[in-house]
Nanobody
Framework: QVQLVESGGGLVQAGGSLRLSCAASGRTFSSYAMGWFRRAPGKEREFVAAISSGGDSTYYADSVKGRFTISRDNAENTVYLQMNSLKPEDTAVYYC?????????????????WGHGTQVTVSS
């Protein structure tokens, strides 16, 4: 397993941007597919975006497609989530997660390791 630490959250006005980072420990980061999930107050955790272990494939929830971009730097053991055109409904705690295997990216239960989350608040 890898240990994950998110950063980059904060308070931003609607229409603004934030870039989340997730730093991973361990020497096998490049073997894991990575995902971002979020949980808004009073709601279930939901899939946001994922990227394959090699970085050649990306997947997005319909609600963020065209606004968010996931990327990774395997040399730096880091995955990023660039969030543009933020909306108040994007307010949530954002979690990064790692999984073995490049499949079922949208299913949270398949992820082996989770970070503690970073708060993103978008004001209207």
């Amino acid at each position: 397993q890898v240990q994950l630490v998110e950063s980059g959250g904060g308070l931003v006005q609607a229409g603004g941007s934030l870039r989340l980072s997730c730093a991973a420990s361990g020497r096998t980061f490049s073997s894991y597919a990575m995902g971002w999930f979020r949980r808004a107050p009073g709601k279930e955790r939901e899939f946001v975006a994922a990227i394959s272990s090699g970085g050649d494939s990306t997947y997005y929830a319909d609600s963020v497609k065209g606004r968010f971009t996931i990327s990774r730097d395997n040399a730096e053991n880091t995955v990023y989530l660039q969030m543009n055109s933020l909306k108040p409904e994007d307010t949530a705690v954002y979690y990064c997660a790692a999984k073995s295997g490049n499949y079922n990216y949208k299913v949270a239960i398949g992820y082996n390791s989770w970070g503690h989350g970073t708060q993103v608040t978008v004001s209207s």
